[in-house]
């Protein structure tokens, strides 16, 4: 059993950080004398070792997708930052599911920008005739003032 001895449970604690492998059952139960130790050194040192080398890789792989990937690309996978229009109506599944697809976002982005110039239109329309109200209403009371 893995915790049997206290060398055996430490040994168990690491084997689970690095993805539960059972070592202990597997390959030191039928195991004797010295090859018990060759090989509670060589897991320790595996489990120690493997996952700064993974880490690495993982590392290196980003770094050289960055260094050698052709500008082209990395224009069009890398987002600078994302902008949202909480006051627009309009499917914003479709722009995460299609991120490369940057004629259909730049359509999008038109016909949202077209409805918007309608709806600013509009909006300054009433204002105008509220403004013009309200001189109309400045007026009269200027004239019921002076006489």
């Known amino acids: 059993t893995p ?25 030191i139960s039928g ?6 130790l ?15 080398g993974l880490m690495n890789l993982l590392i ?26 909480p006051n627009r109506t309009g499917n914003r599944l479709v722009e995460y599911m299609r991120p490369y697809g940057m004629q259909y976002r730049d359509w999008l982005q038109r016909c949202a ?3 918007a110039e309608t709806t600013n239109e509009e909006r300054l329309e009433a204002v ?3 403004v013009q109200g309200l001189t ?8 019921a003032v002076v006489h």
């Not at 290196?60 to 229009?85: D, G, I, S």
């Not at 109309?136 to 004239?143: M, P, S, W």
Request: aromatic letters at 18%; a positive charge; charged letters at 25%.
């Open 3 to 27: 915790f049997k001895y206290p060398m055996y449970s430490i040994l168990k604690t690491f084997d689970m950080t690095v993805g539960e492998m059972e070592f202990v059952t597997y390959f």
């Open 113 to 115: 920008d077209d409805r």
């Open 60 to 85: 290196n792989l980003v770094y050289e997708m960055e260094t050698n990937l052709p500008r082209y690309f990395q224009r069009r996978l890398y987002r600078r930052f994302l902008q949202f229009y």
């Open 128 to 130: 105008e005739a509220a």
């Open 136 to 143: 109309i209403l400045l007026k009269d009371i200027r004239q």
């Open 38 to 52: 060759a090989l509670l050194v060589v897991f320790v040192i595996f489990v120690v070792v493997m996952p700064i």
């Open 31 to 36: 195991t004797s004398g010295r090859m018990q």
